[in-house]
């Protein structure tokens, strides 16, 4: 047994090596980074990209590769979370935007590229009969709640403790779990400043795969409540799949108390043509969509039953508003469709199976080297937890993240320096370029990092290690 001085020296010296690399490795993107402080607060504009000591400037991205300011190269394993289904610059694509570019990208009036995007996802996706486009995901179930809010006639939407929605103000509610609360039921809390407190009016929280808890929830409230949001599969929240039956009781007790089942599939669609809900075999009633539906531009939409979506219809007496300067832009329209076409039940099933592979090589990987850690997720989409528990709740996920020091952050940086993007999260998205080849690149990196950090983990975390 090494004393514990000793194990903190090493684990320090792991840090500071593995940061000291990153920064070597970075000197123009170090040097970017201080220019843009005098201009973004902290030298950043959207937040999920920022990380310490300061992010890498990505200069380039071809297919499933990355090339940063510096001339490094990674495989993109976040691809613009998740949304970037065929990696980078994919030629038919590129083609398509660039041909519109040369005629216009937006005329401010009705447009024919709307109308084919509009066409494939309703066709595709199970719950939706008519659709509307946004610029975001945000937007999108923004948009959705409204929706869900004036069919009904009431003002509270149940949302999940830890379910990620977007950054609009009725869903920055509970998205960081409770991790040290003891109450068995979550309660509503305003995720930071500047939210007003009347949005806590309009949302309660309820835990994932508690069908019991939600049921009590609706018992109590539902001649107030309009609707359910949740994401079948809670990507932020780190991807825990449903447990059997959770989604199609959850869609039992919204026709059972009369409320409205929402779903953000922003995320998983891309898991199958028709998205989770396919998968799942039901209908939400109303469908967020974003990531993937643009092709890398930005393009989002919420969609649902005709008798709802019906609602936006300009013509309609009492109408509800729904505007946006590029909604429906065409070289996102273009852009999207090309994409989806090209992300075919085929594909996706290929890319699935990719992922499976990468999840369970990940697991044995875990196992191998006597750390206790799972990755968990699906097809496309896999991601690492640390701890070899079972993970039913979001809350139980934000809590395998406790007591361990900057183990996620460092892995992050190390696997950057070994050439692979992601993010301190752990997730794994991939991507149709990707082939067996570069996903083994990836394993074999992800095994040296945790080789490189096991001092580390020693010393900070020693209950992940099975010694
Ligand atoms: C499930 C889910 N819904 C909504 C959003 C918001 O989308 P956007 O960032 O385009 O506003 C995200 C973004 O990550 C998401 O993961």
Redesign the pocket.
Known sequence: MKHPDELKREAAAVEDAIIQRYRARTAGSRARHQEALRYLPGGDTRV?TFYAPYPSYMAAGAGAWLTDCDGNRYLDMLNN???LAHGHAQPAIVEEAAEQLTRGTVFGAAAAEQVALAKLLTARVPGIDLLRFTN??????MMMMRAARAYRGRDIIVKLEGG????HDF?EVSVSPEVSAAAALPQARLEGRGLPAAVLNAVMVAPFNDLAAMEALLQRHHKRIAGIII?PM???GGLLPPAPGYLQGLRALADAYDVLLLF?????LRLAEGGYQEIAGLKPDLT?L??IIGGGF?V?AFGGRADIMSAFDPQGADFLFHSGTFNGNSIGMRAGLTALQRLDAAAIARINRLGERFGAAVNAMFAALGIRAQCLGYGSLQQIHWTDGELLTLRDAARANQDIGKLRELLHLELMNRGVYTVNRGLFCLSTPMQAAELDFALAALAAALERLRPYIRAVAPRLLAE
């Open positions: 999920a979370y998740t949304s975001s995901g945000s937007e999108s179930t990620y929605h977007g950054s869903v994401e809670p990507n932020a953000d599939e922003v995320v998983t967020a974003g990531k930005p989002a």
